[in-house]
């Protein structure tokens, strides 16, 4: 049993034999601050899940909009076809992609890259996160308020806060941020109208003056985790994530407080 542990954590990078929680949804947004799409699994790009926010709205001066100035385009259904995420599928008419990037703040993460997520190519929520928010709320919220690409199962409320080293299907992910969150979560995703919630409970116990009493206060709030993936700085075929998958931890701090915000 204890050669088999010590192989086990020889190809988990020293993780736990047991998992910490398991993927239980996985969400891309092809236009940004338009609708998800759920899927079973996505490949891993060099800047992101495939297709994940890979264009974004305009005006007729080249001016981007999104949720925060647009509410409305939470109304608005994307679909891909169902071969998008096969290996090597191209639009017909792949003229509308966008073809730069943007860097990741190398302050957290040098060298990486995304398209038109707000900063980071990967956004992970809990499950026990969302849950323990809402029991605080006099009206449930869906987790399309929060727009993450990764959603996990089966561990406490803000574990993952705490993760700087992920294991998922052989691929390493890096907590390198909370996010703090915008006006997005504020808006009704089945109606496009804004309120004060969750940010006004978020307040109360996921602000910068409470999980981080040490630092600079901006008022912010933080729910999630953001992050970078190795193998997304290499070329290969057949790297992608799934639902299902367990999530092992191999590095963590001890608190929301040693985190990076």
């Given at each position: 049993?204890?050669?088999?542990?010590?192989?086990?954590g020889s190809?988990?990078?020293?993780?736990?034999?047991?998992?910490?929680?398991?993927?239980?949804?996985?969400?891309?947004?092809?236009i940004k601050?338009?609708?998800?799409?759920?899927?079973?699994?996505?490949?891993?790009?060099?800047?992101?899940?495939?297709?994940?926010?890979?264009?974004?709205?305009?005006?007729?001066?080249?001016?981007?909009?999104?949720?925060?100035?647009?509410?409305?385009?939470?109304?608005?259904?994307?679909?891909?076809?169902?071969?998008?995420?096969?290996?090597?599928?191209?639009?017909?008419?792949?003229?509308?992609?966008?073809?730069?990037?943007?860097?990741?703040?190398?302050?957290?993460?040098?060298?990486?890259?995304?398209?038109?997520?707000?900063?980071?190519?990967?956004?992970?929520?809990?499950?026990?996160?969302?849950?323990?928010?809402?029991?605080?709320?006099?009206?449930?919220?869906?987790?399309?308020?929060?727009?993450?690409?990764?959603?996990?199962?089966?561990?406490?409320?803000?574990?993952?806060?705490?993760?700087?080293?992920?294991?998922?299907?052989?691929?390493?992910?890096?907590?390198?941020?909370?996010?703090?969150?915008?006006?997005?979560?504020?808006?009704?995703?089945?109606?496009?109208?804004?309120?004060?919630?969750?940010?006004?409970?978020?307040?109360?116990?996921?602000?910068?003056?409470?999980?981080?009493?040490?630092?600079?206060?901006?008022?912010?709030?933080?729910?999630g985790q953001?992050?970078?993936?190795?193998?997304?700085?290499?070329?290969?075929?057949?790297?992608?994530?799934?639902?299902?998958?367990?999530?092992?931890?191999?590095?963590?701090?001890?608190?929301?407080?040693?985190?990076?915000?």
């Amino acid at each position: 049993m204890e050669k088999a542990s010590a192989i086990f954590g020889s190809i988990f990078g020293g993780a736990a034999a047991e998992p910490a929680a398991t993927v239980s949804s996985i969400f891309v947004y092809p236009i940004k601050s338009c609708r998800g799409i759920s899927v079973s699994e996505a490949p891993i790009t060099s800047t992101g899940l495939r297709w994940d926010r890979q264009w974004v709205v305009i005006n007729s001066k080249g001016r981007a909009y999104t949720q925060r100035v647009e509410p409305k385009l939470a109304l608005v259904e994307v679909e891909l076809p169902q071969n998008a995420f096969v290996e090597g599928w191209e639009p017909t008419n792949s003229s509308y992609l966008a073809s730069e990037t943007r860097a990741v703040d190398p302050a957290y993460a040098h060298g990486y890259n995304t398209m038109f997520s707000d900063g980071y190519p990967f956004l992970l929520l809990s499950q026990g996160s969302l849950n323990a928010l809402n029991e605080l709320l006099r009206e449930p919220l869906s987790v399309n308020r929060f727009r993450p690409n990764i959603l996990v199962d089966g561990c406490d409320p803000f574990l993952e806060d705490l993760w700087t080293e992920i294991k998922i299907n052989k691929l390493t992910f890096n907590g390198v941020k909370l996010c703090s969150r915008c006006k997005v979560p504020t808006i009704n995703q089945e109606n496009g109208i804004a309120g004060p919630e969750p940010t006004e409970t978020l307040m109360k116990f996921r602000s910068d003056k409470v999980l981080l009493p040490g630092r600079k206060h901006q008022g912010k709030v933080f729910f999630g985790q953001n992050l970078v993936c190795r193998e997304s700085l290499t070329q290969g075929k057949g790297k992608a994530i799934k639902v299902g998958d367990p999530v092992y931890i191999t590095k963590k701090v001890s608190s929301s407080a040693d985190a990076a915000a």
